[in-house]
């Protein structure tokens, strides 16, 4: 029993409680019953990334250990749009765009969880059903003072910025979806604290016991500032090509190396310890980005994959070539550059197109193009790069 803890103790930013969780495993051992973790998946992108691996893979910890994954998809919820940690109303989506999504989910899923001990539930279920009678008795167990103890809704109404009613229901019906599955733990990232404290409330005002929450520290974006998340733009998906994901992890800033080696990698202490002394030594930080890049890539492709990716991003970033494979777009004489990037994906946005126009991070044949409405006029196969890792080959259209 103290291993099991122990293992599923390590790399947990805070346990609310321990002790718990100590009696809910001596409990699930000797009722030969298996614990119900519960997790949230967020639903507003069909990708899942590095810092959301990071509450999957403890997941599987307890799965290894014979507990059952219980995944929630939001799709009840996102049509709220979670508030945590955002400076302006979420989106909100449909069910459609949430449906979608979870297709892709479940195709990532499983390359980190067992799908033999994984159940996978739409809050939709129970939240739906309770009708407006339902709601208000919801309501009833939660004050409008303990809601906005979020640090989110208090800075926003500190700067004037509306909170919508919506967005104080959000965290109500995402801790009743632990009442409705029963949950005994719940995992999350430390930004979902109050979230998670909800659901252990609510669990007592309906007369269970409450589940036990796991804070997982939350993984850096690509950037440094922010947490990675698809809302930022700022992330590294585990289906990503491996060049890509190479490219990207060798971006990140210095300061996150540790980080990235512990959340991303899952080095074990050994390994963060040493990673530590080259870092005081002055070792330079390109090579301990590149062993921990490699390390990622082999996680979720191969040895092959990584080595090729490396020797890709020495080429193109070390030595300014091209790589072996890049996409060719026939483009019709008169075309704007914005456009022609735009429709084929080499940016998420017209808006981004423009901006990397302007800083200069555009390029045909090495040449640099700064102005937006640059017309293309090809008369031979050219490169195009965009930003520091996208390349297309133009052909005459």
């Given at each position: 029993m103290a291993e099991e803890l122990a293992k599923l103790m390590r790399g947990v930013q805070e346990c609310v409680t321990e002790e718990e969780l100590r009696a809910k495993l001596d409990a699930a051992q000797k009722d030969a019953r298996p614990l119900r973790v519960k997790l949230g998946i967020d639903a507003t992108g069909p990708e899942i990334h590095l810092g959301f691996a990071v509450p999957l893979r403890k997941l599987r910890e307890f799965q290894d250990e014979g507990h059952t994954a219980v995944l929630i998809v939001g799709d009840f919820t996102a049509m709220i749009g979670d508030p945590s940690g955002q400076s302006k109303t979420r989106p909100q989506l449909?069910?459609?765009?949430?449906?979608?999504?979870?297709?892709?989910?479940?195709?990532?899923?499983?390359?980190?969880?067992?799908?033999?001990?994984?159940e996978i539930r739409y809050n939709s279920e129970w939240s739906e059903a309770l009708g407006t009678r339902g709601v208000l008795e919801l309501l009833g167990k939660y004050t409008v003072s303990q809601i906005l103890q979020r640090e989110d809704f208090s800075k926003r109404l500190d700067a004037g910025d509306p909170v919508f009613l919506h967005e104080l229901l959000y965290p109500i019906f995402q801790g009743y979806d632990s009442v409705a599955?029963?949950?005994?733990?719940?995992?999350?990232?430390y930004d979902q604290r109050l979230n998670l404290i909800v659901g252990r409330e609510l669990q007592r005002s309906f007369g269970q016991p409450p589940q036990v929450i796991m804070m997982m520290p939350l993984l850096e974006g690509l950037s440094g500032t922010l947490k990675m998340s698809k809302s930022y733009n700022n992330y590294v998906g585990i289906e990503e090509p491996p060049s890509e994901m190479f490219g990207k992890l060798m971006s990140i800033p210095d300061r996150l190396i540790e980080q990235y080696f512990d959340l991303a990698a899952c080095a074990d202490e050994a390994k963060l310890e040493e990673v530590r002394k080259r870092l005081a030594s002055g070792e330079n930080p390109r090579d301990l980005k590149a062993e921990m890049a490699r390390m990622v890539v082999v996680r979720y492709h191969s040895e092959d994959a990584a080595h090729d990716a490396e020797a890709e991003f020495n080429k193109v970033f070390a030595k300014g070539?091209?790589?072996?494979?890049?996409?060719?777009?026939?483009?019709?004489?008169?075309?704007?550059?914005?456009?022609?990037?735009?429709a084929n994906n080499l940016t998420s946005?017209?808006?981004?197109?423009?901006?990397?126009?302007?800083?200069?991070?555009?390029?045909?044949?090495?040449?640099?193009?700064?102005?937006?409405?640059?017309?293309?006029?090809?008369?031979?196969?050219?490169?195009?790069?965009?930003?520091?890792?996208?390349?297309?080959?133009?052909?005459?259209?």
């Amino acid at each position: 029993m103290a291993e099991e803890l122990a293992k599923l103790m390590r790399g947990v930013q805070e346990c609310v409680t321990e002790e718990e969780l100590r009696a809910k495993l001596d409990a699930a051992q000797k009722d030969a019953r298996p614990l119900r973790v519960k997790l949230g998946i967020d639903a507003t992108g069909p990708e899942i990334h590095l810092g959301f691996a990071v509450p999957l893979r403890k997941l599987r910890e307890f799965q290894d250990e014979g507990h059952t994954a219980v995944l929630i998809v939001g799709d009840f919820t996102a049509m709220i749009g979670d508030p945590s940690g955002q400076s302006k109303t979420r989106p909100q989506l449909t069910r459609e765009e949430v449906e979608a999504n979870v297709v892709r989910y479940e195709q990532q899923l499983y390359r980190i969880l067992d799908p033999k001990r994984t159940e996978i539930r739409y809050n939709s279920e129970w939240s739906e059903a309770l009708g407006t009678r339902g709601v208000l008795e919801l309501l009833g167990k939660y004050t409008v003072s303990q809601i906005l103890q979020r640090e989110d809704f208090s800075k926003r109404l500190d700067a004037g910025d509306p909170v919508f009613l919506h967005e104080l229901l959000y965290p109500i019906f995402q801790g009743y979806d632990s009442v409705a599955v029963e949950a005994d733990v719940e995992l999350g990232g430390y930004d979902q604290r109050l979230n998670l404290i909800v659901g252990r409330e609510l669990q007592r005002s309906f007369g269970q016991p409450p589940q036990v929450i796991m804070m997982m520290p939350l993984l850096e974006g690509l950037s440094g500032t922010l947490k990675m998340s698809k809302s930022y733009n700022n992330y590294v998906g585990i289906e990503e090509p491996p060049s890509e994901m190479f490219g990207k992890l060798m971006s990140i800033p210095d300061r996150l190396i540790e980080q990235y080696f512990d959340l991303a990698a899952c080095a074990d202490e050994a390994k963060l310890e040493e990673v530590r002394k080259r870092l005081a030594s002055g070792e330079n930080p390109r090579d301990l980005k590149a062993e921990m890049a490699r390390m990622v890539v082999v996680r979720y492709h191969s040895e092959d994959a990584a080595h090729d990716a490396e020797a890709e991003f020495n080429k193109v970033f070390a030595k300014g070539g091209v790589p072996d494979e890049i996409p060719e777009i026939a483009v019709a004489s008169g075309s704007k550059l914005v456009d022609v990037i735009t429709a084929n994906n080499l940016t998420s946005s017209k808006g981004e197109a423009r901006r990397l126009i302007q800083q200069g991070a555009v390029s045909i044949e090495g040449d640099k193009i700064t102005d937006i409405d640059h017309v293309l006029s090809i008369a031979s196969p050219v490169v195009l790069k965009v930003g520091k890792r996208r390349f297309a080959r133009l052909l005459p259209g």
